[in-house]
Nanobody, 125 residues
Framework: QVQLFESGGRLVPAGASLLLSCTACRPTINDYAIGWFRRDPGKDPEFLGRISRSGGDAFYADATKGRFAISRDRAKNTVYLQIESVQPEDTAVYSC??????????????????WGQGTQVTVSA
């Protein structure tokens, strides 16, 4: 239904901040609530947070520990994930995903359909 692309991941020292971006090839990211996940290769994705279609509501997992913020710029057709004070345990592939329209599962991968390829975040100690 929609093709997503993440960018912004890089190698950073502990304590740095990162801004990750999620954009859509078609039709538009503005038509979907968007979730952010992270995962190690071969492991289940971990839910980080979700933002509504309008951008007015955002929800976060306990694992974010208050360091993660999701925002939406409808004019730029982009959803962002801001990570403050990154730690080595934040090292993972970060992916955005489009919420399934009628799913009540907001906080796990089962509630999402289309996924981006992911962007690698690596944090040095």
């Amino acid at each position: 239904q929609v093709q997503l692309f993440e960018s912004g991941g890089r190698l950073v020292p502990a304590g740095a901040s990162l801004l990750l971006s999620c954009t859509a090839c078609r039709p538009t990211i503005n038509d979907y609530a968007i979730g952010w996940f992270r995962r190690d290769p071969g492991k289940d994705p971990e839910f980080l947070g979700r933002i509504s279609r309008s951008g007015g509501d955002a929800f976060y997992a306990d694992a974010t520990k208050g360091r993660f913020a999701i925002s939406r710029d409808r004019a730029k057709n982009t959803v962002y994930l801001q990570i403050e004070s990154v730690q080595p345990e934040d090292t993972a592939v970060y992916s955005c995903a489009a919420a399934q329209v009628h799913s009540a599962d907001w906080y796990s991968a089962g509630g999402y359909g289309d996924w981006g390829q992911g962007t690698q975040v690596t944090v040095s100690a």
